[in-house]
């Protein structure tokens, strides 16, 4: 059975490709997971199962103003199912089913120290010709894999990093003994 995260999101998703308003529902959206997310009176509100939907329905349509109709009929059905705590699912969730719209992928470059960005801009060029979609490219550093890189792109993970080496190494001379 699917989740119930998705089915929430893909419905949005569905009435903002209906609309031709998917870019801004996925910014009203996140706009207010992320305000949620930063206050906790506001979570107590919306989250409590002691308030009834009626009054949070009224409280939301006082808080949020100037949005999309969708998206506020989409926040108001959340409430009436007592969904709203499955927000920051949806939100991921239609992220996901936007990037996958917009042909675009996350990449991440891992490396033990910082990279030139130059180099960072060539794997994600790279990644790019390779996929055909458009790379949205970060970069950390992590000094526990030594050296080398660690690649994520999307769900795959191409580890090339001397920590890995040695584990592998390490594993195959203790079969060996």
């Given at each position: 059975?699917?989740d119930?995260?998705r089915?929430?999101?893909?419905?949005?998703?569905a009435a903002?490709?209906d609309?031709?308003?998917?870019?801004?529902?996925?910014?009203?959206?996140?706009?207010?997971?992320?305000?949620?997310d930063?206050d906790?009176?506001?979570?107590?509100?919306?989250?409590?199962p002691?308030l009834?939907s009626n009054?949070?329905v009224?409280?939301?349509q006082?808080a949020?103003?100037g949005?999309?109709?969708e998206?506020t009929?989409f926040l108001?059905?959340l409430?009436e199912?007592?969904r709203?705590?499955e927000l920051?699912?949806?939100r991921?969730?239609?992220?996901?089913?936007w990037?996958?719209a917009h042909?675009r992928l996350?990449?991440t470059?891992?490396?033990a120290?910082?990279?030139?960005?130059?180099?960072?801009?060539k794997?994600?060029?790279e990644?790019e010709?390779?996929?055909g979609e458009k790379v949205?490219?970060?970069?950390?550093?992590d000094?526990?894999?030594l050296?080398?890189i660690?690649?994520?792109?999307?769900?795959m993970v191409?580890?090339?990093?001397?920590?890995t080496?040695?584990?592998?190494?390490?594993?195959?001379?203790?079969?060996?003994?």
């Open positions: 059975m699917a119930a995260a089915v929430y999101a893909e419905a949005l998703f903002g490709e609309k031709g308003k998917i870019d801004e529902l996925q910014e009203q959206l996140g706009q207010f997971a992320d305000a949620v930063g906790r009176e506001l979570q107590i509100f919306l989250f409590s002691y009834s009054e949070k009224e409280g939301l006082r949020v103003t949005a999309e109709p998206f009929n108001e059905l409430i199912k007592g709203m705590p920051f699912r949806i991921r969730e239609f992220d996901e089913l990037k996958k042909q996350d990449v470059v891992t490396s120290i910082e990279l030139d960005p130059g180099v960072v801009g794997i994600g060029e990644v010709r390779q996929t949205e490219l970060t970069s950390r550093v000094s526990e894999i050296g080398g660690v690649l994520r792109v999307g769900n191409l580890d090339a990093s001397i920590r080496r040695l584990d592998k190494l390490r594993k195959s001379v203790a079969s060996a003994a």
